[in-house]
Each structure stands twice: as C-alpha cells, then as structure tokens.
C-alpha cells in the first residue's frame, strides 16, 4: 500500500460528522464513537458492478468495522 489503509488520525468532537465522512451514512443510534453493527450489517449489505470508488471505499470500512464489532472484540455486555 502506497497510502494509509482504512483513515488517517481521527479526532472528533462529533461522531456523526465522522460516520459521514468515512461512511457516506450516518445511523440514528450512536453511542460515542460507538456504532450498532447490526446498523451496519443493514446499510452496506452488498456492492453492485456499477458502484463508485468511493461506495467501494465506504463499504470496504464497514467491513473492517463488522469484522473488528463481531469477531475482534464483541460486546459480550
């Protein structure tokens, strides 16, 4: 990779004007810098042929984010 991954540093004083930037899509229950993976799992369910580079990029981070949310480190709350 010639270029950082997923983001580069985050300092946000609003988490909503974050999930847009990085995610085209703001879910209405943010917690923090909390979001509801099941939010996720409803709102990037599948690419089609014609999406953009940037659908591509969003959807590439909520997958990140779903698998970090599920697998990494589950809320077991």
Same mark, same amino acid.
């Given at each position: 990779?010639?270029?950082? &991954? &997923?983001?580069?540093? #985050? #300092?946000?004083?609003?988490?909503?004007?974050?999930?847009?930037?990085?995610?085209?899509? #703001?879910?209405?229950?943010?917690?923090?810098?909390?979001?509801?993976?099941?939010?996720?799992?409803?709102?990037?369910?599948?690419?089609? #042929?014609?999406?953009?580079?940037?659908?591509?990029?969003?959807?590439?981070?909520?997958?990140?984010?779903?698998?970090?949310?599920?697998?990494?480190?589950?809320?077991?709350?």
């Amino acid at each position: 990779m010639d270029e950082l &991954v &997923v983001t580069g540093l #985050v #300092v946000a004083t609003d988490w909503r004007d974050v999930c847009e930037q990085l995610l085209g899509r #703001v879910s209405e229950t943010i917690y923090g810098a909390r979001i509801d993976v099941n939010w996720l799992k409803r709102n990037f369910s599948g690419l089609y #042929v014609e999406s953009s580079e940037v659908q591509r990029e969003q959807h590439s981070r909520t997958y990140i984010l779903m698998i970090i949310g599920d697998l990494l480190m589950p809320d077991k709350s």
